[in-house]
């Protein structure tokens, strides 16, 4: 195989990677302040993304608003979610609130897929490539879009949570509620906040995916499976954790498939079992993921 070839399966790596991890922060986000996951998160995703499609393709917005009236969109859902579905079963048991997020994405995704129907949808932009150390790879527009964004968002969640008043709350009441709350933290508004902030991650990476590939209900569980594997392989909680995992499983699966195995190849259609089986022999040696020790320490406190 050619250094061209293998760079571009290690450039498609690193696109899937960046997707996956900032699904996976507000996953992880969302898991660290409630102690549950949500397996609605790929769903929240869908509507961002079908949101944005809505404005920017359907009703030909500019591509700004379009984004904003997307996100608007999703976080009045969200708001309204959160209070009537979440909200009532937040003391339950966490299999209650497992069990009411899966009865959300099926009814989301079936929402979803009578209102758009089945048929895959494409943003339908021209797509412009650029050559990268002297023609040895070409990487598009979009591409670049979907790993400086990812990138940003990043840093930003990073600099929120570590530098801002509302970051530091949220990060007190996913050590300790209770604690929080005698401190004078509106715990219910942290909450709140933080179900945004994961939406909005999801929501963003719903829309980048579309500039990437056709959008179809059915998506949403893909983007559910994939962050919910990215957090565990990272360390459930753990929001570096979530950036690793993520890029982990962009990387195996394409990397992967472009090693040759003599002369034979794994096709490309086992893609997702490779990652995942590279995902379960990594736990083999290390059960609690990159940085799942840290998580264990700050569970016992």
Do not use: C
């Amino acid at each position: 195989m050619s250094l061209a070839i293998f760079a571009k399966f290690v450039l498609n790596g690193l696109i899937a990677g960046s997707l996956y991890a900032v699904m996976a922060l507000g996953l992880s986000l969302l898991y660290g302040v409630l102690r549950f996951v949500n397996l609605a998160h790929g769903e929240f995703a869908l509507i961002g993304a079908y949101g944005f499609y809505t404005f920017y393709v359907t009703l030909g917005w500019p591509l700004i608003p379009s984004y904003i009236a997307g996100m608007l969109a999703l976080l009045i859902i969200i708001f309204v979610v959160e209070k009537l579905i979440f909200k009532p079963v937040r003391q339950a048991p966490p299999l209650i609130s497992l069990i009411t997020s899966i009865a959300l994405g099926m009814f989301l995704w079936n929402l979803l897929l009578l209102i758009f129907e089945g048929t895959p949808r494409t943003m339908g932009n021209a797509v412009n490539s650029f050559p990268i150390f002297s023609e040895i790879l070409r990487i598009t527009d979009v591409q670049i879009i979907i790993l400086v964004a990812s990138l940003l968002l990043m840093i930003g969640l990073w600099l929120f949570l570590n530098k801002t008043k509302y970051g530091r709350a949220i990060r007190a009441v996913s050590d300790n509620k209770e604690t929080a709350a005698i401190m004078g933290i509106p715990v219910n508004r942290i909450v709140s906040l933080t179900f945004a902030i994961s939406a909005f991650l999801a929501g963003t990476a719903g829309i980048l995916a579309a500039f990437d590939q056709n959008l179809h209900p059915g998506l949403g569980s893909f983007f559910t499976i994939k962050s919910f594997a990215a957090v565990i392989l990272g360390g459930i909680g753990s929001i570096p954790g979530a950036v690793a995992g993520g890029y982990f499983i962009g990387l195996a699966e394409n990397i992967l498939i472009a090693i040759p195995f003599g002369d034979w190849y794994i096709p490309s259609s086992y893609k997702d079992a490779i990652a995942f089986a590279a995902l379960l022999l990594l736990l083999y040696f290390k059960p609690t993921g990159f940085f799942g020790a840290r998580q264990e320490e700050a569970v016992r406190k």
